[in-house]
């Protein structure tokens, strides 16, 4: 085995308005991976209104503008950025579980892996978490249970996220670096199945358990909707690189249909009676949010600045609108 000691990486993360999370979330990261193996420390923000900037700066890390706007262009401005043979991605609201990086990096290093990556599951409600832990036991690794089969591309994805990930420098850049996307859902999926195509690997720890902060079931559904609204521009970017999309639209709403009994069924099997209606409820909101579609984007043109953004924070005191170019408070524009 190579000596991991001797090993440097360099960390990266793409941020907008985290300054609810990020402190903690940083400081994990410090006292996750040692000082001796890393390089740099990155944060791509997407021109954050909030301090953001401040907080990574005090913890060590410098701070670059994202080049374009969402995850796609974040991830490939760190991309771009990155000197060292691997790297790591994190997201502002994820909290390393401890052994991560004996248990991911360090065994990374001596492999022929494009990238590896631990689970994370919500930090509450308990009924969200029991449940999410349940799907992923039941589509890990290749114990698919026979009844799941039809689901192989949920599976095959499960746990392949950017925000806890190590990857070979050298084999995402060979590959194009992250995918482009037009919304910023489903860069994750999309790189799966591209480094799969290009023979490359992608390990997934079932048993390495990091923490996805959420404030509760309100948080939760708000995500799942959200994540909806993206889910028929992942079908079409799947389809472009020749992959079946894992389902369609008549799918997602029988599942809809069949959660009331569904979640009964995995409430007895997991002993944890909320889940009889979180279940369908995420469901709910996720179906709404396939049905509703991406909602447009509001572009506004700055008074002070003259130019022109889609990210604007709402100023109580003035009534007014805070510019995340130049940081003043202005009129703004909407433009159609």
Not at 3 to 11: A, E
Request: proline content about 3%; overall charge positive; hydrophobic content about 40%.
């Amino acid at each position: 085995m190579n000596d991991y000691k001797m090993q440097k990486v360099d960390l990266v993360m793409w941020t907008f308005n985290g300054e609810a999370t990020l402190d903690s979330v940083l400081d994990r990261i410090n006292k996750v991976i040692p000082e001796e193996n890393i390089g740099k420390k990155l944060i791509i923000d997407d021109h954050s209104v909030d301090t953001t900037k401040k907080i990574a700066s005090l913890r060590g890390w410098d701070c670059i503008d994202n080049f374009g706007t969402g995850i796609s262009d974040g991830a490939n401005t760190a991309l771009s950025q990155v000197g060292s043979d691997f790297f790591c991605s994190f997201e502002q609201d994820i909290l390393l579980t401890k052994g991560w990086w004996i248990k991911i990096a360090v065994p990374f290093f001596d492999s022929n892996l494009a990238a590896s990556s631990g689970m994370r599951f919500p930090s509450h409600p308990k009924g969200v978490t029991t449940l999410f832990k349940y799907v992923a036991k039941k589509y890990r690794g290749e114990q698919l249970s026979p009844w799941l089969k039809n689901r192989e591309s949920n599976a095959f994805t499960l746990g392949k996220t950017l925000d806890n990930t190590i990857y070979r420098t050298k084999i995402i850049r060979e590959v194009g670096g992250f995918p482009y996307m037009k919304v910023n859902a489903g860069v994750d999926t999309l790189l799966a199945w591209k480094l799969e195509k290009y023979g490359f690997k992608w390990k997934v720890d079932y048993n390495v358990r990091s923490v996805h902060i959420r404030n509760g079931l309100g948080e939760e559904l708000k995500h799942q909707k959200w994540y909806g609204t993206q889910t028929r521009y992942i079908w079409e970017a799947m389809k472009i690189i020749g992959v079946k999309p894992s389902s369609t639209l008549r799918d997602i709403v029988i599942k809809l249909f069949l959660a009331p009994f569904s979640g009964v069924f995995v409430a007895v099997k997991t002993k944890e009676a909320s889940i009889v209606y979180i279940h369908p409820l995420i469901r709910f909101y996720n179906t709404w949010g396939v049905l509703i579609g991406p909602q447009k984007t509001k572009y506004y043109k700055c008074a002070n600045c003259g130019e022109i953004t889609a990210k604007v924070k709402f100023d109580l005191s003035t009534k007014k609108y805070v510019c995340s170019l130049c940081k003043q408070i202005s009129d703004m524009d909407v433009l159609k």
